[in-house]
Nanobody
Framework: QVQLVESGGGLVQAGGSLRLSCAAS????????VAWFRQAPGKEREFVAG????????YYPDSVKGRFTISRDNAKNTLYLQMNSLKPEDTAVYYC???????????????????WGQGTQVTVSS
């Protein structure tokens, strides 16, 4: 198993930036596909970014492409999400997630992930 703890959320004005971190403990972090999701009130959990295990291939939906950057530091067991040009519609609780399936693919649906952090609130004011 792996335990995940997010940090770095907060209140920011539109156009600003935030950097989220997700510290992992437990089993070897490098063995997991990891991703960021977000969930706004009344909405389903939404894929924001994902990164493969070793090569570090990244995936983004169109809604954040060019504004958000996911990265991982396997030596530090940490996942990051750099968020730039933030918009009010980016307001949500952000979660990091880890996937331990044998196919080692980055998936965009929440049910494909096995471990979750507790979430960190990001609020973007207009």
């Amino acid at each position: 198993q792996v335990q995940l703890v997010e940090s770095g959320g907060g209140l920011v004005q539109a156009g600003g930036s935030l950097r989220l971190s997700c510290a992992a403990s437990g089993r070897t972090f490098s063995g997991y596909v990891v991703a960021w999701f977000r969930q706004a009130p009344g909405k389903e959990r939404e894929f924001v970014a994902g990164i493969s295990r070793f090569v570090g291939t990244t995936y983004y939906p169109d809604s954040v492409k060019g504004r958000f950057t996911i990265s991982r530091d396997n030596a530090k067991n940490t996942l990051y999400l750099q968020m730039n040009s933030l918009k009010p519609e980016d307001t949500a609780v952000y979660y990091c997630a880890a996937r331990a399936r044998v196919d080692s693919l980055v998936k965009t649906t929440a049910k494909e992930y096995d471990y979750w952090g507790q979430g960190t609130q990001v609020t973007v004011s207009s």
